[in-house]
C-alpha cells in the first residue's frame, strides 16, 4: 500500500504525457509563455525512477500465465447502420432489448474499476459505436479518467466525417475504419447500403485533423478481395494509412471455411513481389500486428494473423459485450455477465473477485483455426468485431470475383493510387451516374470478369463457333444403371473450348420500373446488385445444382437492360471455360440468380413482379455439338 501514491503518480504523469504525444493524435506545441517541456533525458530518468517504485499491475488483471490485461474492449451498441451480408441477415438480427444492454453511467462505472486497476487503453467497439447518440459524451468522460493513456474507436465510417471533430475535442485518439474494398459498387452489394463516400470522406477528415496513423481494417478473404491488396498498399504511398490486412477468422454464422482464408504469408508474398524492397518494422510487445513498410512510402501495412500464427501468448485484451458480459478472450466462447453483478449491488472488491477468476481461467491460447471453427460464439455483430464474409464465395483462387479495373475502367495499378486519391472530395451520386452510365431510359450494365489481368477490352464479344447440328439423347445421363441420381465421369472427355449463353427477363411492372431506371429504390442500385449476384452464381453453380461438376470458369459476362415497352429488364450472361464439360448449367444459374435479385430488391413495391423466359440462347463446344435457338 504504501507504494500507491507512487503508482498513482506514474499513471498521472504517463496520463500527462500521452494526450499531449501520442503518436496516432495530433502533436501539439506549448503555447507562448507556457512552460517548456522537460528534455528527453530528464524524461527517461523520472520515467525509469517511476517503474522503479511503481506498484505492481493489478493481480485480478494478470492471468495464471504472467499475462497482464492493459486493453478494454467496450461494445457501446449491437445496431448498425449497415447490413453486411457476413455479419447479418437484411432484415437485422435478434438485439438484447434495451432494458438488458448497459446503460452509460455502468458504462463508465467499469471503465472506471478497469481504469484504476491498471487498464491504460479502450477502445469503443460496437455494432457501430459512432450510432450511439451520447458517444461523445462517454469519449469526455473517459477522457477523465486518472491513468487512460489511449481512447480509440473501431467504426465502419459511415458517421465519422460528421463525428470527428466533436469526438477529438471530446479526447478521441485513436481510429480504426473498417473498409473491405475499393469498388463502390462491391461496397453496396457488400453492406445493402450506400455509403463508399461517406467512408472515404471519414478517412480524409481523419487524416485532415492529423490523426497519424489512421488505421484501416480490411479482412482479407479467397474469391472477394484477395485481388485487391497491391490497391490497398498502394494507398499508403501518398496517404499516412495503416492498412492491416486481417486474416478471415470463424465466427458464428459465418460457416466457416479454410479454403476462404487467405493466410499472412500468402498475402505478404504478393506485395513483396511487387515490393520486393517491403521492410519489417519493431512492434510492441503485446502488439497483434506484424507491421511492415515501403521506404519511401508515408503509411505502412499490417497483418493480423490471428489464424496462421496466433499472439496469445502477449495478449493484453479484455472485452465487455454491450449486455455487460466480460469475454477474457475473443475466440472462447465463456462469459460472465457484470452487469448482472452490477445492478444486484455488488461491491467494487466482489467486482474485482469476479473479474479475477475470469481473468485467472483463460487458458494459454484460443482453441486453433480448425477447432474454432466448431465452437459456439456470438455473432460477430454482438461481440464488436467488424469482418467481411460472403458465405458462398468460392474457394478456387483462379478465379477472380471482382476484377476492380474492369468494372470501373480504371486501367493500370500504377495511376490507381493517384485516381483513388480523388474520392476523397467526390461527392456522394448514384454509383451507375459516376461509372457505370445510369440516369438515361437506356441504362444498361455489361460486366466483364476475366482471369487475364489485362482484362477484356470494351466491347469485346465472347468469341463465335461455327454453328452445327446439336446432337441428344433419350437416356438421362446423371441416373446409373439401378435408377439412382449420379455424376458423368468426365475425366476421359476431352478439354475444348465451351461457351454457354443464356437469358431472363424480369416483368417489373411500371412503378417498380421506374425507381430502378432512376436508381431509386432505397435498397440500393438493383442492377449493380443483380450484376454482381449473376457473377457469383455462375461460379457457385456446382454448390446449387447438386450433380454439376466444378468448372474453373474464364470469363462471364452478366448484361442488364432495360425494356420501356414492358417495363421489364432483360438480361444476358455467358460463361467461358475450357474443359471436359459445359458451362450452360453456369449461365443458366447466373440468369436465373441475377432474376430473382432484381426480385428481392423490388418486392417491397410490387408482389407482381414476374420472372421468365428464362434459357439457353447457345452453347459451343462438346462432343454433342453446337446449340442455337433461333
Not at 500465465?65 to 486493453?71: E, I, K, L, P, T
Not at 497483434?288 to 512510402?297: D, E, M, N, S, W
Not at 435408377?483 to 472427355?493: I, L, N, S, T
Request: proline content about 5%; hydrophobic content about 40%.
Amino acid at each position: 500500500m504504501a507504494a500507491q501514491p507512487v503508482s498513482q503518480l506514474l499513471r498521472r504523469f504517463v496520463r500527462s504525457c500521452a494526450r499531449g504525444c501520442s503518436s496516432v493524435a495530433p502533436v501539439t506545441q506549448p503555447r507562448p509563455g507556457e512552460p517548456s517541456r522537460p528534455s528527453t533525458e530528464e524524461l527517461s530518468t523520472r520515467l525509469q525512477f517511476l517503474r522503479e517504485h511503481a506498484a505492481p499491475f493489478s493481480a485480478f488483471l494478470t492471468d495464471s500465465f504472467g499475462r497482464q490485461h492493459s486493453y478494454l474492449r467496450i461494445s457501446l451498441t449491437e445496431k448498425c447502420n449497415l447490413r453486411c451480408q457476413y455479419c447479418m441477415p437484411e432484415e437485422g438480427v435478434p438485439l438484447t432489448p434495451k432494458a438488458d444492454l448497459l446503460t452509460t453511467e455502468e458504462i463508465l462505472t467499469l471503465t472506471r474499476l478497469f481504469v484504476k486497476e491498471g487498464v491504460n487503453k479502450i477502445r469503443l467497439t460496437g455494432g457501430e459505436p459512432l450510432i450511439r447518440p451520447d458517444v461523445v459524451n462517454i469519449v469526455a468522460q473517459l477522457h477523465q479518467l486518472e491513468g487512460l493513456r489511449t481512447i480509440g474507436v473501431t467504426t465502419n465510417g459511415i458517421n465519422l466525417a460528421r463525428l470527428l471533430p466533436q469526438l477529438q475535442k471530446a479526447g478521441l485518439n485513436a481510429i480504426n475504419i473498417s473498409l473491405d474494398t475499393l469498388v463502390p459498387a462491391k461496397f453496396e452489394f457488400i453492406v445493402r447500403r450506400k455509403g463508399f463516400h461517406k467512408v472515404m470522406e471519414g478517412i480524409h477528415k481523419a487524416i485532415e485533423l492529423g490523426y497519424n496513423p489512421v488505421k484501416v481494417n480490411c479482412v482479407v478473404m479467397r474469391g472477394l478481395n484477395e485481388d485487391e491488396l497491391l490497391d490497398f498498399v498502394a494507398l499508403t504511398q501518398g496517404l499516412p494509412l495503416d492498412v492491416r490486412f486481417i486474416e478471415y477468422m470463424p465466427f458464428d454464422g459465418n460457416k466457416w471455411n479454410f479454403k476462404k482464408m487467405v493466410s499472412y504469408k500468402e498475402m505478404l508474398d504478393a506485395i513483396q513481389q511487387q515490393w520486393p524492397e517491403l521492410e519489417k518494422v519493431p512492434e510492441e510487445e503485446s502488439s497483434t500486428a506484424k507491421v511492415f513498410k515501403i521506404p519511401g512510402f508515408q503509411g505502412q501495412v499490417s497483418f493480423i494473423t490471428s489464424m496462421s500464427e496466433h499472439f496469445c501468448g502477449t495478449c493484453n485484451r479484455l472485452r465487455i459485450t454491450a449486455d455487460g458480459n466480460l469475454k477474457v478472450c475473443l475466440f472462447g466462447n465463456s462469459e460472465v455477465s457484470l452487469r448482472d453483478h452490477l445492478r444486484a449491488g455488488a461491491s467494487e472488491e466482489k467486482l474485482l473477485s469476479i473479474i479475477g477468476d475470469a481473468v485467472g481461467r483463460k487458458k494459454r491460447e484460443h482453441a486453433g483455426m480448425f477447432n474454432i471453427a466448431q465452437m459456439k460464439n456470438r455473432p460477430m455483430v454482438h461481440i464488436g468485431l467488424i469482418l467481411v464474409l460472403q458465405d458462398s464465395l468460392p474457394a478456387n483462387p483462379s478465379i477472380s470475383s471482382w476484377n476492380l479495373h474492369c468494372v470501373l475502367g480504371l486501367g493500370s495499378r500504377v495511376s490507381f493510387s493517384t485516381q483513388m486519391a480523388t474520392l476523397w472530395r467526390i461527392p456522394q451520386t448514384s454509383l451507375a451516374q459516376q461509372w457505370l452510365g445510369s440516369g438515361s431510359p437506356q441504362r444498361h450494365y455489361c460486366s466483364h470478369i476475366d482471369t487475364d489481368p489485362k482484362c477484356l477490352r470494351s466491347g469485346s464479344r465472347v468469341p463465335a463457333a461455327p454453328s452445327q447440328p446439336c446432337s441428344t439423347s433419350d437416356q438421362l445421363t446423371h441416373v446409373d444403371s439401378e435408377g439412382q441420381a449420379a455424376m458423368v465421369d468426365v475425366g476421359q472427355k476431352p478439354d475444348t473450348d465451351r461457351v454457354a449463353v443464356a437469358s431472363a427477363v424480369v416483368f417489373l411492372g411500371p412503378v417498380a420500373f421506374k425507381l430502378v431506371q432512376q436508381n431509386q429504390l432505397k435498397k440500393g442500385d438493383a442492377l449493380v446488385v443483380a450484376q454482381l449476384a449473376g457473377i457469383q452464381a455462375a461460379k457457385l453453380t456446382s454448390q446449387l445444382i447438386p450433380l454439376c461438376h466444378h468448372v474453373a470458369l474464364n470469363h462471364i459476362q452478366v448484361q442488364l437492360e432495360l425494356d420501356s415497352t414492358r417495363h421489364a429488364v432483360v438480361i444476358r450472361t455467358s460463361c467461358l471455360a475450357r474443359g471436359p464439360t459445359g458451362v450452360e448449367m453456369e449461365a443458366l444459374t447466373s440468369a436465373a440468380v441475377a432474376a430473382l435479385t432484381l426480385y428481392d430488391m423490388c418486392k417491397a413495391i410490387s408482389r407482381d413482379i414476374v420472372v421468365g423466359e428464362i434459357k439457353l440462347i447457345s452453347k459451343t463446344g462438346g462432343q454433342r455439338g453446337d446449340f442455337h435457338r433461333a
